[in-house]
């Protein structure tokens, strides 16, 4: 039973955006594990395992929250997608001062971007807002 409003599909959309959002992130950090244990990549991983995993789980959370209609799930949503954006800039920048990396990360973190940032603005829009509160 849907506690939003019936006639907004924003909830919805939410949800799967963030699930999709949070899947790929941790399925990013696992490919990362994978890579390391295989000896394809040798630099030091820890801190992109963490920003990766962390952000991942935070936008499943705000999937889970929304698709639930939880009272926190639009401030959950918004922060989940605000730390993503910061991981996700934090990831290009690192990766352009080191001047390394894998060609799926310059494919990866400004797909990443195109998804998260648009998501982000509707959030921060009174419709957004009102959308993924709790009606009553």
Known sequence: MSVYDSRSLAPTWIAVVSLFEGGSLLAFAVLHVAAERLGFITTALGPVLVVESL????????AYATATGRQWA????????????????????????????????????????????????????????RNLLPVG
């Open 55 to 62: 952000c991942g789980a935070f936008l499943l959370v705000a």
């Open 74 to 129: 639009w401030p959950v949503a918004l922060g989940a997608h605000g730390a993503a954006i910061v991981g996700v800039l934090v990831g290009i920048t690192t990766l352009a001062r080191t001047a390394s990396g894998a060609p799926e990360n310059a494919v990866f973190h400004p797909f990443m971007l195109a998804v998260l940032v648009p998501t982000t603005a509707y959030l921060l829009t009174r419709s957004g807002r």
